[in-house]
């Protein structure tokens, strides 16, 4: 059954340096998202991104964060100089299909565990 | 503001007991109600998408409803395997990209 895939499983950095998250989405998916859950909190929307461009980010998304599809397989989150509290689990999702139709169930990653020390 | 509210918040049940756990939502117009469950340190799994009041959906001791203001997922003779986060999310309409507003989800434990 295909799943969307996300490395590393977990990310330790310090405060200031910049990490990229990768992610390999479903192969025959269309939609990309980024989510993150800080311990015991909800998740929580990030980013949307497609056909090679961000359709939709929160508040969330500053600056400081950055999404790519470098390649046909790849999805990435950089950002670029982490923080305490960008401590979370981020999750990678993917969807066939845009809102409203029957094929847009989003389909998320184990995730990767960052945390900033 | 779009906002999602599960209750009760954790829920204990012997294995066989079978109970209800409750999705309230306020949007500005619903394209979608998801439902996934979460275990411990994983991502979330998909379990069902509910689009208009009066649908139901069933997988095996699941079951989703949806009214105009809340949804419910029953669960009828629980096993131990069933102990997870239940989250519930809403995809609102006049959004262009697809964003999930999730709950703070139900955990659910089921004794054996």
């Known amino acids: 059954e295909p799943e969307v895939t996300q490395t590393p499983s977990h990310q330790v950095t310090q405060m200031g340096q910049e990490v990229i998250l990768r992610c390999v989405p479903i192969?025959?998916?269309?939609?990309f998202y980024w989510y993150r859950q800080i311990l015991g909190q909800k998740v929580e929307f990030l980013v949307s991104?497609?056909?090679?461009?961000?359709?939709?980010k929160s508040e969330i998304f500053d600056d400081q964060f950055s999404v790519e599809r470098p390649d046909g397989s790849n999805f990435t989150l950089k950002i670029r100089s982490t923080k305490l509290e960008d401590s979370a689990m981020y999750f990678c999702?993917?969807?066939?299909?845009?809102?409203?139709?029957?094929?847009?169930?989003?389909?998320f990653g184990p995730g990767t565990r960052l945390t900033v020390l | 503001e779009d906002q999602v509210t599960q209750s009760p918040e954790a829920l204990r049940l012997q294995e066989g007991e079978s109970s209800s756990l409750n999705c309230s939502y306020t949007?500005?117009?619903?394209?979608?109600l998801f439902w996934y469950r979460q275990d411990p340190g994983k991502g979330p799994e998909f379990l069902f998408t509910?689009?208009?009041a009066g649908e139901e959906k069933e997988k095996e001791r699941l079951k989703a409803t949806l009214t105009k203001k809340e949804s419910f997922l029953h669960i009828t003779a629980p096993k131990p395997e069933d102990s997870a986060t239940y989250l519930c999310a809403v995809q609102a309409t006049g959004e262009y990209g697809n964003k999930l507003v999730f709950g703070a989800g139900t955990i659910l434990r089921v004794k054996s």
């Open positions: 509910l689009y208009s």
């Open positions: 949007v500005s117009g619903l394209r979608g």
């Open positions: 999702a993917s969807s066939e299909a845009y809102s409203g139709s029957p094929y847009n169930e989003q389909f």
């Open positions: 192969s025959n998916h269309l939609y």
């Open positions: 991104f497609y056909n090679n461009e961000i359709s939709e």
